[in-house]
């Protein structure tokens, strides 16, 4: 894969904070440039928010997982973590 530069300009401060972020989060500022770019491309979409959103996949998942637990589908009754660990491996 070739690479390219863009060159753009950002408010100080907010170039600062970000890659504070970016460093805590221990990824390279570049890395998120490049999902969010690729995020953009893949959904034709610009979700610009200070809330965290879920994606429509996550919450068809969630809602099934919800539906499981209200009809206690899919449960397993276990008591210890290395019995949920053991029931796990056996599938």
């Known amino acids: 894969m070739s690479k390219s530069v863009i060159n753009f300009k950002i408010d ?3 170039k600062k904070e970000v ?3 970016a460093k805590e ?5 570049s ?3 490049n999902a969010q770019l690729r ?6 979409t ?3 928010s200070a809330e965290p959103r879920m ?3 996550l919450e068809k998942v969630i809602e099934g997982v919800e539906q ?3 009809t206690k589908k899919n449960l397993t009754k276990t008591k210890s973590v290395n019995e949920a660990i053991s029931h796990l491996n056996s599938l």
Do not use: C, F, H, W
Request: proline share 3%.
């Open 12 to 14: 100080s401060d907010v």
């Open 19 to 21: 890659q504070k972020l």
């Open 25 to 29: 989060l221990g990824m390279p500022l």
């Open 31 to 33: 890395a998120i440039v």
């Open 39 to 44: 995020e953009l491309l893949r959904t034709r």
């Open 46 to 48: 610009l979700n610009i």
């Open 55 to 57: 994606t429509a996949y």
């Open 68 to 70: 499981d637990r209200k």
